[in-house]
């Protein structure tokens, strides 16, 4: 085995690498995302501990994810200089992240001593964070360690937890709660070492500290292990044992326990999802990244919780879920840990009411899904989401509003799940009434002409978020119909099979006029496509200024000017954000013949600006539809390293976007596995078309076939097998 391909290194430091390594470098375990920073840093370097599920607003800021008071904070300091990166010179520094074993390591010579960390968040116990800290003196010094649990943290809109309360002794306790609900958020540190030295607790402003001293000796290791634990009440949770308790039992069975448990735990993971790309070592360690990403921001720990569109990298995005969970994310987690795959849309059952109060405040039937869902559904998306970079003026933007192709993807994904697995468990546990409430939805949505009857979605906007208030978006009528389509195929089924449950379904929505509507609706709103045309994204397209990306981008201004809403350089061109028709041909490729895959890439590639990290793996899977491996592998690296590089668009006018991007990582799955591979499955049988790129000698991924049996597939340039 290469260790190259599973470990990710940067050495020296540069201040401008901070916050893009602290991406890079990201641990988690689905509760817990501790980003990649040094132990003794903080706030100033985004230092965070960024808590899934749970959320608070500050006044009249936006909502957006709590994070927890850092518990693994450490600094040491040699005759009183602190070891501090960035603050102190150093002689040699590297970062490394472990993407099979979850870890994140450094390795820093200060000349004074060199020390070496090593943290994780646990896959076993998803609230706790270990820490151990290795340091060697080049000289008798006397040594402190401050160490402890830290209050100030780093918050866009916050602060957000308050009325801290302190408990010292072995183990340290702060206690505090979220301002807008008062969920209680609870944070113990333990510490252990071997070496004799003396210990006092100082309760401060910024938190509650360890002050560790002795006379250390030149030459000598020293070892310090921190575990901390992080609860917090969302949903009413009960603990079960005390923040207290769980470090106690992790410091029993020490570090070399805790991380022995996490390694077997990830190497389950990757027994199930590695995908082996021989013959480019690069593009084999950029996949492994992606794929360790998604382990990392799971949310095994819960049956309703969802992925956030920047995962557990921080409070960008409002840590909201978006669309990129059904569409990019699901198809991953259907293939290769089904469980989850149903958990995250049991999260869309739950949130179901959230749904339907806010289709009711925009004077719509149905479920209208939030653009950026949080708690309970709640729309987290605010009418004004950019700044005009030369006003300072906050631009209105329609999101929220007009984005209502989320319920579809929604559906579509709700529809799959039963079409992959066979499992009707989640139709009948609250899925089929989503897709119902969907249906209902796009029924009270949509216009029909009085001079010629045509049945039309208007004033929408589709994922090329450049173009606000378009009309017929092809996309959003494509996803429209084939909800339509399979609210018919889900009721005819139930009805087929479990008669009375379908019967009292039917009864307590009243769907049975809305279930003929759909019959009577459906041939009207499906887009017909001519395969000898280019498919017009929305109505006017065409119509639009046909230029160059490099025409629009010598428009520019300001480098963090937004290219859409009403006034960007791109609103009134065919320049498009991301795929968008391309993303439908990349969804139902049933519909379309490779010669009508490859005339629509030519024409909307050039023209397709990738502003977001949903688009290039779109292009790479469509490319692979006709034949032409060699498009794909560009769009596949740069979709497969994109938290690599660190060169993805971190700005939308003034508001900081960055972070990770799991849907560009779980693209990464896709691309190798629906685009190289050519995976599909008809009636549960696993079907192939390969489309392998020359760089690439073989390619190898585990796979659920049909019953539930996981297979082995591999595909050469010679042929393929499945085992």
Same mark, same amino acid.
């Given at each position: ?18 916050? /893009? ?30 808590l ?31 070891m501090?990166?960035?603050e102190?010179? /150093?002689?040699?520094?590297?970062q ?10 450094r ?5 004074k ?9 646990? @896959?076993?116990?998803h ?23 830290? !209050? ?16 010292t ?33 100082? @309760? ?11 006379d ?54 990757? +027994? ?55 569409i ?7 293939? !290769? ?18 749904a ?16 950026e869902?949080?708690e ?11 700044n ?9 933007t ?7 192709h989320?319920s ?8 799959? #799940?039963?079409?992959l697995?066979?499992d ?21 949505? !949509? ?28 996309f ?8 339509? &389509?399979?609210?018919?195929? /889900?009721?005819? #089924? ?5 008669p009375s ?18 019959? &009577? ?37 300001h480098? +963090? ?11 009134? !061109? ?9 993303? @439908?041909?990349?969804?139902f ?11 629509n890439? &030519? ?9 977001s990290?949903?688009?290039?793996c @779109?292009?790479?899977? /469509? ?23 660190g060169t993805?668009?971190?700005w ?20 190798a ?31 659920i ?8 597939v ?10």
């Amino acid at each position: 085995m290469n260790a190259d391909i599973w470990k990710y290194t940067r050495s020296g430091f540069d201040k401008n690498e901070v916050i /893009t390594n602290g991406n890079r470098f990201l641990i988690g375990n689905g509760f817990i995302g501790y980003r990649g920073t040094m132990d003794e840093w903080g706030k100033d370097e985004l230092s965070a501990v960024n808590l899934a599920g749970i959320y608070d607003q500050n006044g009249d800021k936006w909502r957006e994810p709590v994070n927890a008071p850092n518990g693994v904070f450490c600094k040491i300091l040699i005759d009183r200089i602190p070891m501090a990166l960035g603050e102190t010179e /150093t002689k040699e520094h590297t970062q490394t992240i472990d993407f099979r074993r979850g870890v994140h390591e450094r390795e820093t010579d200060f000349g004074k001593a060199t020390l070496k960390s090593e943290r994780l968040c646990s @896959m076993v116990r998803h609230n706790l964070i270990a820490s151990r800290l290795t340091f060697k003196l080049c000289e008798d010094s006397r040594v402190e360690i401050i160490t402890g649990i830290v !209050t100030d943290i780093w918050d866009i809109n916050g602060p957000h937890l308050f009325d801290h309360a302190f408990k010292t002794g072995r183990v340290l306790v702060v206690s505090s709660k979220t301002g807008e609900l008062s969920f209680p958020v609870v944070v113990s540190q333990a510490a252990v070492y071997d070496f004799p030295a003396d210990e006092v607790h100082e @309760m401060a402003k910024t938190g509650l500290y360890r002050h560790i001293s002795f006379d250390g000796k030149a030459g000598q290791e020293y070892t310090l292990a921190l575990f901390c634990a992080v609860y917090s009440g969302q949903k009413g949770e009960q603990l079960n044992k005390s923040a207290e308790d769980l470090v106690i039992e992790a410091e029993k069975l020490g570090f070399c326990g805790v991380l022995a448990e996490h390694e077997a735990a990830w190497d389950a993971l990757w +027994q199930n999802s590695e995908v082996t790309l021989e013959g480019d070592d690069k593009a084999q360690r950029a996949l492994n990244a992606s794929i360790y990403h998604l382990h990392s921001i799971a949310p095994r720990h819960a049956d309703n919780l969802s992925i956030p569109a920047r995962g557990l990298s921080g409070q960008t995005y409002k840590g909201a879920i978006f669309w990129d969970t059904e569409i990019f994310l699901f198809p991953f987690f259907a293939h !290769t840990d089904p469980a989850l795959a149903k958990n995250l849309l049991r999260y869309r059952i739950e949130t179901l009411p959230g749904a339907l109060k806010k289709a009711k405040e925009y004077g719509f039937r149905g479920a209208f899904y939030a653009w950026e869902s949080q708690e309970g559904g709640a729309e987290g998306c605010s009418y004004f989401n950019a700044n005009d970079i030369f006003t300072r003026r906050p631009l209105r933007t329609y999101f929220r509003d007009k984005q209502i192709h989320v319920s579809g993807d929604i559906a579509y994904a709700m529809w799959h #799940y039963f079409a992959l697995s066979g499992d009707d468990s989640l139709l009948r546990e609250g899925g089929a009434e989503v897709i119902f409430q969907v249906a209902r939805f796009f029924i009270s949505r !949509t216009h029909q002409r009085v001079d010629n009857g045509k049945v039309e979605l208007l004033d929408v906007v589709g994922p090329d978020e450049y173009h606000e208030r378009v009309n017929n978006s092809v996309f959003t009528n494509q996803m429209a119909a084939f909800c339509l &389509e399979n609210t018919i195929k /889900t009721a005819d #089924y139930l009805k087929g099979k479990y008669p009375s449950e379908y019967r009292a379904l039917m009864d307590r929505l009243d769907f049975k006029e809305d279930l003929a509507f759909c019959r &009577e609706l459906l041939p009207k709103i499906k887009p017909q496509f001519d395969p000898e045309k280019i498919i017009e994204q929305f109505d006017g397209y065409f119509d639009l200024e046909d230029c160059s990306l490099r025409t629009v981008s010598s428009r520019i201004l300001h480098k +963090q000017e937004y290219w859409g809403s009403n006034n960007g350089v791109a609103a009134h !061109t065919q320049i498009i954000k991301q795929a968008d028709v391309v993303a @439908m041909m990349a969804l139902f490729p049933e519909l379309f013949s490779p010669e009508a895959v490859r005339r629509n890439w &030519e024409y909307y590639e050039p023209r397709t600006e990738h502003g977001s990290s949903l688009s290039a793996c @779109m292009y790479a899977l /469509t490319a692979c539809r006709f034949g032409r491996a060699d498009l794909a592998w560009d769009h596949f690296l740069k979709t497969a390293s994109i938290d690599l590089t660190g060169t993805s668009k971190s700005w939308a006018g003034e508001i900081y976007i960055g972070g990770t991007h799991p849907a560009a990582n779980a693209g990464a799955w896709l691309i190798a596995v629906m685009g190289f591979a050519g995976l599909s499955k008809q009636n549960g049988r696993i079907m192939l078309s390969p489309c392998l790129p020359e760089q690439i000698t073989r390619l190898s991924f585990r796979v659920i076939a049909e019953n539930g049996i996981r297979k082995t597939v591999t595909v050469t340039h010679e042929g393929y097998e499945i085992q």
